[in-house]
Every structure is written in structure tokens, then in C-alpha cells.
């Protein structure tokens, strides 16, 4: 429950690329957190910044006043959820940070009214590093009222909080619409470099060429290095990627809007996920 300070108590379930900075970031801001993972000992690794690890998703919740979920996706969201609704306190706020697409945002603000809880979809835009260094931006979509008691939890964790709606949804829809986006740069990226490699350049020129002109682009230069550093290390996985691109595919399809990139990128990290790397960055798109 709240604390004499005033903070609120924060149940984190999921520590993962996201969810282990997150947690972090907000017992540095002061609040008491309580973490539960599937992988235990991801969990663990926070107990020396000050967070308390829980044995299942019901010890994390419970007495808690706010319960942020940063998971994989809508399945893994609803079997925490499950797990701990025995444990939730009515009228706790639930703030749900995972990317999980169009059916899961609307089945999870309709549990979420079930069991008495103030649904906040506000998924987050931003990998391992912004995580790390709380520059995270916040989508944030729910109710107005309670948007003070909220805020400072966002701004723990982010650097801007975007408000896109009073009720649930469209958060997650602008998501998955800067998603499509994400996919463009990542594959456009691997595709030249590697035509350029395959066709006798050195690819590395690209990133002079178009430096300082309108094609020029920080993500580019980000991303385009590691992968001709062949560094794959996961900020955001293939196997994620892959994920995120199905969600796009399936809400455009649903929406009757063709996305030819986001299918093709899907299959390139299909390819990805099929030569093993699907644990590696999504950088890894330039080896399929």
C-alpha cells in the first residue's frame, strides 16, 4: 500500500529487456517495487537495487497499489493476470506497457473492468538503452482523472508521455502504426547494406552518402553500424520483432489496409528466427 512518503507501492510482473530497467528505474525514483518473472533469476538480479522479488505473480500484486505488466505479449499478460487476480485490490491501478495488439488491448481493459482495476494501456516506444536510462516514450491512453496519481510512475520510467485517449486502445493501435515504421527502417537498412556488400561496395559509404541530407536518419546509423560489426546483441530480439510484425499484419488485415512491408519484414525475420538468430537484435535482419 502507499507508503508515508506517499509513493505508491509498484508490482512489476515481467523483467525482462524492458521490464528489469523499468522496475529498477522506479525503486531509484523512491517507490517501493515488488518484481515477479518466469525466469526467477532474471527477478533476482534486482534485489541489490532495492526491489523486492517475488515468488509469483499473486505476491507481487498483493497489497499493491499500482501493478505494471511488461511482458511478451497478450497470452503471457492474461496468464499473470490470471494468477494473481485473487490478490488484486480493487480500484489498484493497472498500467500495461506490453505491445499486444489490437484483440489482446481490448480483452485486457475488459478483465481489467472485471476485476475492479483502472486500466491504463500505455505501451512504450524504446529499447534496452532508453529503458536503461529512463528515456522511454510513454503511450498513454485511460482515463483522465486518476492521470496525476499515473504520471509520476511515467516519468520514472520515460522522458515523455504522449496522451492519446481517455479510454483503452488507441495507445496500442498508434503502437503498432510506429511499429510498421520501426520494421521499414530496420529491414530497409539491412537490405542496402547488403546489396552494397553483395555488390562490391563497401557499404559502409551509405552512411556518408546520405549524412546530413533528408534520407539521413539516426536509426540508420545506429543499427546500419552494428550490423556491419556483425554486433547482434538482443536491444529488441528477432523473435520479438517477428511478433510485433504479425501484430501489424494482423490489425491492417483486420482494418482492410494492405502493409506489403510489414509482410515481407515478417518473413525476413522468419528467415532469421530459421538460420538461429532469432535471440539476437533485430539487427540480425541483415543476415537473412
Not at 223 to 236: C, E, P, Q, V
Amino acid at each position: 500500500m502507499t507508503n508515508a512518503d506517499s509513493h505508491p507501492t509498484i508490482a512489476v510482473l515481467g523483467a525482462g529487456i524492458i521490464g528489469a530497467p523499468v522496475a529498477r528505474n522506479l525503486a531509484r525514483a523512491g517507490f517501493p517495487v515488488r518484481v515477479w518473472n518466469r525466469s526467477a533469476a532474471k527477478a533476482q538480479a534486482l534485489a541489490a537495487d532495492g526491489v523486492t522479488v517475488a515468488a509469483s505473480p499473486a505476491d507481487a500484486v498483493r497489497g499493491a497499489d499500482v501493478i505494471v505488466t511488461v511482458l511478451k505479449d497478450g497470452p503471457a499478460v492474461e496468464e499473470a493476470m490470471d494468477a494473481a487476480a485473487a490478490d488484486l485490490t480493487p480500484g489498484a491501478i493497472w498500467l500495461q506497457l506490453s505491445t499486444v495488439g489490437v484483440a489482446a488491448i481490448d480483452a485486457l481493459a475488459a478483465r481489467a473492468a472485471r476485476l475492479g482495476l483502472v486500466f491504463y494501456d500505455a505501451p512504450v516506444l524504446g529499447t534496452r538503452q532508453p529503458a536503461e536510462q529512463g528515456q522511454l516514450v510513454i503511450l498513454g491512453a485511460g482515463p483522465v482523472a486518476p492521470r496525476d496519481r499515473v504520471q509520476p510512475i511515467f516519468d520514472a520510467i520515460g522522458k515523455t508521455t504522449i496522451w492519446t485517449a481517455d479510454r483503452a486502445g488507441a495507445s496500442s493501435r498508434l503502437k503498432l502504426a510506429l511499429n510498421a515504421w520501426v520494421l521499414v527502417l530496420t529491414h530497409g537498412a539491412a537490405e542496402s547494406l547488403s546489396l552494397a556488400q553483395a555488390l562490391g561496395v563497401d557499404p559502409a559509404l551509405l552512411f556518408g552518402a546520405v549524412a546530413g541530407g533528408p534520407l539521413d536518419c539516426g536509426y540508420l546509423h545506429a543499427k546500419g553500424k552494428a550490423m556491419l560489426a556483425g554486433d547482434f546483441t538482443a536491444s529488441f530480439s528477432v523473435e520479438n520483432g517477428a511478433k510485433d510484425a504479425q501484430l501489424v499484419v494482423d490489425a491492417a488485415s483486420g482494418a482492410g489496409v494492405h502493409v506489403d512491408l510489414a509482410a515481407a519484414g515478417l518473413e525476413r525475420f522468419r528467415r532469421a528466427i530459421a538460420a538461429g538468430h532469432g535471440d539476437e537484435d533485430i539487427a540480425a535482419s541483415f543476415l537473412a
